[in-house]
């Protein structure tokens, strides 16, 4: 991520000559941070079961909450395909509301190739993790560990050694990590939301009063990690 900076004052230039160097003009190359950006799967709405229709609403409700917190970082949530049921109401809810479609954003991508193979820069993912943060298992969290390597799973140990529903753990990637080379991802934040299924761990057996208030926490706890590492 690089810019072009004219060292001839602006106000000196027309907006002709501003788009045309001059033989004496100087051009410097200045380094810009890409701007802070927050890669996440939606918690839960897959192997966990959750309802997507309320999932969709606890996604705006807790991303509109945080973006004034964020400055110009951004919070992006991914699936995998155009066919995504939460990103089509996700998107669908954002629009008819104020939030800054430039700030919050679906997008269809493997969350683990976003820079790779969708051109979009993310400086930190999320993982919808289980409570062991093992490898493996499917979803997000079996991509995740497998594009990372055992980097992951020995940053992840050196942090926590498991984790408790609604709670995230922000896991910052060594420099030999292949998902920092290739895709520029400093850090992972794992998440584990609320379970619906009666085949894993910890199911809330369809009482959503706790669901909900489990998932909310969830996303507030991601978004404080984000926001820990944007600071
Ligand atoms: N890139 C982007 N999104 C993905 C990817 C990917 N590579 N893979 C899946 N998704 P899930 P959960 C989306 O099931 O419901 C695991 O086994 C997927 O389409 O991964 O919280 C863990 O070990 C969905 O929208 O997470 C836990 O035991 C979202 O990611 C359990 O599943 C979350 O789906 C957690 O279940």
Not at 178 to 192: M, R
């Amino acid at each position: 991520f690089f810019k072009k900076v004219s060292a001839v004052p602006a106000a000196s230039s027309s907006s002709t000559e501003a788009t045309t160097p001059k033989a004496n003009e100087k051009i410097e190359i200045v380094r810009v941070s890409p701007v802070p950006t927050l890669a996440f799967p939606s918690i839960s709405t897959a192997d966990f079961q959750f309802d997507l229709d309320k999932a969709s609403d606890i996604i705006l409700e807790t991303a509109e909450a945080f973006l004034p917190k964020l400055g110009p970082a951004r919070l992006v949530l991914v699936d995998l395909s155009h066919g995504s049921k939460i990103l089509s109401l996700v998107k669908a809810k954002a629009s008819r509301k104020n939030i800054d479609s430039g700030r919050f954003f679906t997008f269809v991508g493997d969350i683990t190739k976003l820079h790779s193979q969708g051109g979009l820069h993310c400086n930190v993912i999320a993982n919808a993790a289980n409570w062991r943060l093992k490898s493996g298992g499917g979803g997000v969290n079996a991509a995740i560990f497998k594009a990372a390597g055992s980097d992951l799973e020995a940053a992840t140990r050196a942090r926590a050694n498991t984790l408790l529903p609604g709670k995230a753990v922000v896991v910052p990637l060594p420099s030999t990590c292949p998902l920092l080379n290739a895709e520029g991802i400093t850090h992972v934040i794992h998440v584990l939301g609320p379970n619906m299924n009666p085949n894993r761990p910890d199911c809330l057996n369809n009482d959503y009063t706790k669901g909900c208030k489990i998932l909310r926490e969830a996303y507030t706890s991601l978004f404080e990690g984000f926001l820990s590492t944007v600071q």
